[in-house]
C-alpha cells in the first residue's frame, strides 16, 4: 500500500475506535446536549412569551410572541448544542492524550495524522447527530423551518462547516490541557458566545460595548445566515463572514492542533 | 544479509537532560539478538528515559541508538515496525474489550481481515483472555490488563520488544504468569529489553543485566558474573545467649558477630561443603545452635556494592 492508502486506512481505523467509544459511553453525548434542550425549553416556556414581543414583526411573520420566539431562538440553540458537543471532543482528547494509550499509537508505524484525523471526524458525527436531536425536540415544540431542499444543503453544510471549525478548535484545546477536567472546562466559553451575539435577542437590543462584541463574533454571522437558511430572515453579507470565521479558525485551529501534537509529550 | 546473533540494540554514548538536571550521563549498551537484557536501577535512575529514547518518543541529547538496524533518530519509522512497547501505564483502551483492543491493533498493523482476526484469536488464547474477550478492558484485573496490554504489543510480531516495568503492581501471582511469558517471547527469538526495580525479576529473567544509576550504567554482566564479583555469601547462625556467640566467634576468626540479635554471620560462599564444615566445626565445640541460614550473594549484594544503596525502589522519583 502507499502511504496514502495507509494514512486512509489508519484514519478510518481511528474513526471506527472513536465511534465505537462513543456509542459505548452514550452518557457523555447525552449530557452535552442536554444543556441546550435545557436552555431551549427555559426560553421558550419561561422567557419566550416576553421575548417575542420584544422582536417585531420581521421575525415574528405573523406568529404568536412564543411561537415566534421559538423560530428565532432555534438557530442559536442549534449552534449552543455544536459548542456543547466540542466539549466532548476536548474530553475524549485530553483523555487519549492523558492516558498510555498515546504512547503505544506513537511507537506504531502509523500514519501520524491519525489519530487526530479520527478524533475529528467521530466528533463530527458526534456533533451532526446531536444537532439533528436537538433540532428534533425543537420541531416537537413546534419549531416549523420554511427552508427548501436546497435551504436545508446549505444550512446542513454551514452547521458541519461550524461544528468542523469548532472540533479543530476543541482538538487543540484537548491537547494543550495538562488534565482531563481542565479540557472539559476550557471549550466552555463557546457555549455562551450564542449569548453574547443574536443567538437570543436581536444584536440591536444590547449595550454599547457588548452590540459591537456580538457584532464581530463568529456567532453572530452564523446564526444569522442559519436562522435566514431556515427561517427566510434576510442573510445579506452574514454569510460569507461566517464562512470565513470557520474557515480561519479550522484553519487555525488545526494548524495549532498539529504543533501541540507533534511537540506535545505525556507524562 | 546477516542473520546470526547481531546486536538487536547498540546504545552509544546516550545523554540527555531536562534543564540543568541530567537524566543520561553517557550510557553504552548493547543487546544481543534473542536475549533478555535487564536494566536494573532505582526510580528515577533513567531506565524509562532510554526506554523513551529506543522507542521514538523522545530524542536524545547526544549519542547514537540503533535498534534492530535502524537509528533512532534518522529512521524512526523503520524503528516503529520493528518494535513492540509496553509501557509502565496501561496502554489498553478502557472503553473497548479486549477483543476490540486485539482487533484495534491488528488493523493499525494492516494484517488483513482474516490474518488479523486470526491472530487476535492466537493471542487471546495465548494470554488466557479468550473467556473476557467480549467484556470492556476497564473491568479487567490488573493482571489481565497487562496481559492484554503485552498482546496487543506482540500482534505485530515485533522482533524487539520493550518492557518498562512489566510486573510493577502485579500481585504475585499475576507476576509469576508474566514472568512465563517473557520467558515464552524469548524462547520465540524476540530479543527483550526490560527494564526493573525488582533485583529478584532481573535475576529470574535476564541473560544480561545493566545495573543504572544516575543515569550511568554502574556494572554489567550476567546475573552470575555479577554476584561472583560482589562478596556477600555468608552463613547466618543464631545462638541461645551471650557467652555461646562469643564461644561460636572464637571459633570463625573474621565472622562479625551481632551481640544484641545473638547472631554471627559467617563469611564464605553458602554453598553445601562450607554449611558442612561450619556445623562440624560447631559440633566438636559443642556449641548449641538456635536457627542457622544460608545466603547466597544475590543482587541486592550486587547493588549495594555498586551504588552504595542497600534497597531498591525506595528512592523518591
Keep these: 500500500m502507499s502511504t496514502l492508502a495507509y494514512t486512509v486506512s489508519d484514519s478510518a481505523?481511528?474513526?471506527?475506535?472513536?465511534?465505537?467509544?462513543?456509542?459505548?459511553?452514550?452518557?457523555?453525548?447525552?449530557?452535552?446536549?442536554?444543556?441546550?434542550?435545557?436552555?431551549?425549553?427555559?426560553?421558550?416556556?419561561?422567557?419566550g412569551g416576553q421575548l417575542g414581543h420584544g422582536l417585531g414583526?420581521?421575525?415574528?411573520?405573523?406568529?404568536?410572541?412564543?411561537?415566534?420566539?421559538?423560530?428565532?431562538?432555534?438557530?442559536?440553540?442549534?449552534?449552543m448544542t455544536v459548542a456543547a458537543a466540542v466539549q466532548g471532543t476536548a474530553i475524549v482528547v485530553a483523555m487519549d492524550m492523558t492516558g498510555g494509550i498515546i504512547d503505544r499509537f506513537r511507537t506504531m508505524a502509523i500514519a501520524r495524522s491519525a489519530v487526530l484525523t479520527g478524533h475529528v471526524l467521530a466528533s463530527l458525527i458526534q456533533a451532526l447527530l446531536s444537532v439533528g436531536i436537538v433540532l428534533g425536540v425543537a420541531v416537537a415544540l413546534g419549531f416549523r423551518p420554511e427552508a427548501g431542499v436546497l435551504d436545508w444543503l446549505a444550512a446542513i453544510g454551514l452547521v458541519t462547516l461550524f461544528a468542523f471549525a469548532l472540533i479543530w478548535l476543541a482538538t487543540a484545546l484537548g491537547l494543550a490541557a495538562?488534565?482531563?477536567?481542565?479540557?472539559?472546562?476550557?471549550?466552555?466559553?463557546?457555549?455562551?458566545?450564542?449569548?453574547?451575539?443574536?443567538?437570543?435577542?436581536?444584536?440591536?437590543?444590547?449595550?454599547?460595548?457588548?452590540?459591537?462584541f456580538a457584532h464581530y463574533q463568529p456567532f453572530t454571522p452564523t446564526t444569522e445566515t442559519l436562522r435566514g437558511l431556515l427561517t427566510g430572515t434576510p442573510i445579506g453579507t452574514n454569510a460569507i463572514v461566517a464562512v470565513a470565521w470557520c474557515v480561519a479558525i479550522a484553519l487555525g485551529s488545526y494548524l495549532w492542533a498539529r504543533h501541540l501534537y507533534a511537540t506535545r509529550r505525556s507524562a | 544479509m546477516t542473520t546470526t546473533?547481531?546486536?538487536?540494540?547498540?546504545?552509544?554514548?546516550?545523554?540527555?537532560?531536562?534543564?540543568?538536571?541530567?537524566?543520561?550521563d553517557g550510557v553504552d549498551l548493547?543487546?544481543?539478538?534473542?536475549?533478555?537484557?535487564?536494566?536494573?536501577?532505582?526510580?528515577?535512575a533513567g531506565k524509562t528515559t532510554i526506554v523513551r529514547i529506543l522507542s521514538?518518543?523522545?530524542?536524545?541529547?547526544?549519542?547514537?541508538?540503533?535498534v534492530a538496524g535502524h537509528d533512532v533518530a534518522e529512521d524512526q519509522d523503520g524503528v516503529r515496525s520493528s518494535i513492540g512497547v509496553t509501557g509502565q501505564f496501561s496502554a489498553v483502551d478502557e472503553l473497548l474489550t479486549g477483543r476490540e483492543n486485539l482487533q484495534l491493533m491488528a488493523d493499525l498493523n494492516h494484517l488483513g481481515r482474516a490474518a488479523g482476526r486470526a491472530r487476535v484469536d492466537e493471542l487471546l488464547d495465548r494470554f488466557d483472555l479468550a473467556e473476557a474477550a467480549g467484556k470492556p478492558a476497564s473491568t479487567y484485573s490488573g493482571g489481565m490488563r497487562r496481559r492484554l496490554d503485552l498482546a496487543m504489543t506482540l500482534i505485530g510480531s515485533p522482533r524487539v520488544i520493550f518492557l518498562d516495568e512489566p510486573t510493577t503492581g502485579l500481585d504475585p501471582r499475576a507476576r509469576r504468569q508474566m514472568w512465563d511469558d517473557i520467558r515464552n517471547l524469548a524462547a520465540g527469538g524476540v530479543t527483550i529489553l526490560l527494564t526493573t526495580q525488582y533485583l529478584d525479576e532481573a535475576d529470574e529473567l535476564a541473560d544480561r543485566i545493566a545495573v543504572l544509576d544516575h543515569g550511568r550504567i554502574?556494572?554489567?554482566?550476567?546475573?552470575?558474573?555479577?554476584?561472583?564479583?560482589?562478596?556477600?555469601?555468608?552463613?547466618?547462625?543464631?545462638?541461645?545467649?551471650?557467652?555461646?556467640?562469643?564461644?561460636?566467634?572464637?571459633?570463625?576468626?573474621?565472622?562479625?558477630?551481632?551481640?544484641?540479635?545473638?547472631?554471627?554471620?559467617?563469611?564464605?560462599?553458602?554453598?553445601i561443603p562450607s554449611l558442612r564444615l561450619v556445623l562440624a566445626q560447631l559440633d566438636d565445640a559443642r556449641i548449641a545452635v538456635q536457627d542457622i541460614s544460608i545466603h547466597s550473594a544475590d543482587l541486592d549484594d550486587v547493588f549495594f556494592a555498586v551504588t552504595g544503596q542497600t534497597t531498591l525502589g525506595q528512592e523518591a522519583a
Excluded at chain 1, 33 to 43: N, S
Excluded at chain 1, 182 to 204: E, I, K, Q, R
Aim: charged letters at 20%.
Design chain 1, 13 to 47: 481505523t481511528m474513526f471506527r475506535r472513536n465511534v465505537r467509544r462513543l456509542r459505548r459511553y452514550p452518557s457523555l453525548t447525552l449530557l452535552l446536549i442536554g444543556m441546550p434542550i435545557v436552555f431551549l425549553l427555559l426560553f421558550v416556556y419561561v422567557f
Design chain 1, 57 to 79: 414583526n420581521q421575525y415574528l411573520a405573523g406568529h404568536s410572541g412564543r411561537a415566534g420566539y421559538l423560530n428565532y431562538v432555534t438557530p442559536g440553540i442549534l449552534l
Design chain 1, 178 to 212: 495538562k488534565s482531563v477536567e481542565t479540557a472539559s472546562n476550557t471549550p466552555m466559553f463557546l457555549t455562551f458566545l450564542p449569548f453574547l451575539g443574536s443567538g437570543f435577542v436581536l444584536v440591536a437590543s444590547l449595550p454599547a460595548g457588548l452590540r459591537q
Design chain 2, 5 to 24: 546473533h547481531q546486536p538487536a540494540v547498540v546504545v552509544a554514548g546516550l545523554r540527555k537532560s531536562y534543564g540543568e538536571t541530567s537524566v543520561l
Design chain 2, 30 to 44: 548493547t543487546v544481543t539478538e534473542g536475549t533478555i537484557f535487564a536494566l536494573l536501577g532505582p526510580n528515577g
Design chain 2, 56 to 66: 521514538t518518543l523522545i530524542r536524545a541529547d547526544s549519542g547514537d541508538a540503533e
Design chain 2, 218 to 271: 554502574v556494572a554489567e554482566g550476567t546475573p552470575d558474573e555479577l554476584k561472583r564479583r560482589t562478596p556477600g555469601g555468608h552463613i547466618r547462625l543464631r545462638l541461645a545467649d551471650p557467652q555461646a556467640l562469643r564461644a561460636a566467634a572464637a571459633l570463625f576468626p573474621g565472622a562479625t558477630a551481632d551481640e544484641e540479635r545473638l547472631t554471627l554471620r559467617v563469611s564464605g560462599n553458602g554453598d
